[in-house]
């Protein structure tokens, strides 16, 4: 195995841990085990050899369920929006914080950052709005990357770098002239995983 299949299969091993951490310190893994263990000791005193077959179930269906849930294999990601103070932008932590962003005369700047997992090959990043609202990227991340601002989609089919940012220009459009707030919703296209729903305040 060369050093980068080796770096890879390492990334993954580490990606699987940091699920089965998660999991166990979910109440759900607590009344599985508990159950599990239950059943396990039922069927040591009774002839019962559906409870061992219980008991093993216990276990395993959760887990899978909760990978289900969290598809661990996917992409992460964050962002941070940022505001005008004294003529330059800087962060807003607050708003971070609360999974929004303000819109500032009609636009609203978000700095994003991805992290694609090791196990995927391909990606397709969606960014879902309603007419109100359009994005654009101000520079598509890497060469190996596609961008379809008409959607706006941004994928890649052969993945080699796993960790990106791009910065994120959102302009509001509101049609009746106020203040109305909108929703942005960036989705794992492959998976139809949500990874984020961002408020946006208008302000």
């Not at 299969?9 to 999991?23: D, G, I, K, M």
């Not at 069927?43 to 395993?60: F, M, Q, R, V, Y």
């Not at 995927?120 to 609202?133: A, G, K, L, Q």
């Amino acid at each position: 195995m060369n050093p980068l299949e080796n770096s890879r299969v390492y990334a993954l091993w580490s990606e699987f841990e940091t699920f089965l951490r998660e999991y166990k310190s979910t109440p759900l893994a607590w009344a599985s085990n508990l159950f599990a263990t239950i059943c396990w000791i039922t069927s040591s005193t009774l002839p019962e050899p559906n409870l061992k077959i219980a008991a093993l179930s216990l276990h395993i269906v959760p887990l899978l369920g909760y990978y289900k849930l969290k598809s661990p294999f996917g992409i992460d990601f964050s962002y941070t929006p940022t505001v005008m103070n004294n003529g330059e932008r800087r962060p807003d932590k607050t708003s971070e914080d609360n999974d929004e962003a303000i819109v500032e005369g009609g636009r609203s700047v978000l700095h994003c950052h991805f992290k694609i997992s090791r196990a995927r090959d391909s990606f397709e990043i969606e960014f879902d709005t309603p007419e109100e609202v359009h994005v654009e990227l101000r520079d598509i991340p890497l060469t190996e990357h596609q961008y379809r601002p008409d959607i706006p989609v941004l994928t890649c089919t052969d993945v080699s770098e796993y960790k990106f940012e791009c910065i994120v220009d959102v302009f509001v459009h509101d049609k009746n002239g106020g203040r109305s707030d909108y929703t942005l919703r960036v989705t794992d296209g492959e998976s139809d995983r949500p990874l984020k729903q961002i408020d946006l305040i208008s302000c």
